[in-house]
């Protein structure tokens, strides 16, 4: 199976600032229509999981454009501009190119 | 306006079978290349994918629990199930089910939990 590592399990960082979370594929997530197959996923307290980016780097209806994805092959990386207080989340990568689907192990944004 | 939930028995016991019904509205998976599926996680662990099921009624499970899925759909209903079968304490946790299009969960339920006690 493919295997998915987020490497940082927590990320401190003050409002405001950029932060890139990484996720790394064991093999290539490229398909051949072009498109990878990684999408990322937000997930708050009480609130119902969010899907973020697809494709590797689009972004779903309503995401503010302060989140951005963006990699290719097996590295991907969900930045986010001028954090706010809101993004303060656990945030999942998920490879949906083969079965069995694989989700990272998750990076929690924490305020410093 | 596409809305999923989830619902099940909130506790059993071990070796029982577990039930999940994912009832949904805003969308049909009669609808070509629309798909449902079902993931968990353990409290404070991390997301585990269990199965999908697609307009088709192709399936697809994770390997790792072996044998003990079942997916399923009742289309005329805009429901989805899943059994897992001779549950342990490991089975505890929270199950959501979420629509699949495009090649990613673009909607999600706001989960179930499930607990496996003697």
């Known amino acids: 199976q493919i295997m998915l590592t987020q490497q940082a399990e927590s990320l401190w960082i003050s409002p405001g600032e950029r932060v890139s979370i990484t996720c790394r594929a064991s093999q290539s997530l490229l398909y051949t229509d072009g498109k990878h197959y990684l999408s990322w996923y937000q997930q708050r307290p009480g609130q119902t999981t969010k899907a973020l980016i697809y494709?590797?780097?689009v972004r779903t209806d309503g995401v503010p454009t302060r989140f951005i994805g963006s990699g290719s092959g097996t590295e991907f990386t969900l930045s986010i501009e001028h954090v706010q207080p809101e993004d303060f989340a656990i945030y999942y990568c998920?490879?949906?190119?083969?079965?069995?689907?694989?989700f990272g192990s998750g990076t929690k944004l924490e305020i410093k | 306006q596409v809305t999923l939930k989830e619902s099940g028995p909130g506790i059993l016991q071990p070796s029982q079978t577990l039930s999940l019904t994912c009832t949904f509205s805003g969308f049909s998976l009669s609808t070509y290349g629309m798909g449902v599926g079902w993931i968990r996680q353990p409290s404070g662990k991390g997301l585990e994918w269990l199965a999908n099921i697609w307009w088709d009624d192709d399936k697809y499970y994770n390997p790792s629990l072996k044998n003990r899925l079942t997916i399923s759909k009742d289309t005329s209903n805009n429901q989805a199930f899943l059994k897992i079968t001779n549950v342990d304490t490991a089975d505890t946790a929270t199950y959501y089910c979420?629509?699949?299009?495009?090649?990613?969960?673009?909607?999600w339920g706001p989960g179930t939990m499930v607990t496996v006690s003697s």
């Open positions: 998920l490879q949906t190119l083969k079965s069995p689907l694989t």
């Open positions: 979420a629509r699949i299009i495009l090649g990613y969960f673009d909607f």
């Open positions: 494709h590797a780097s």
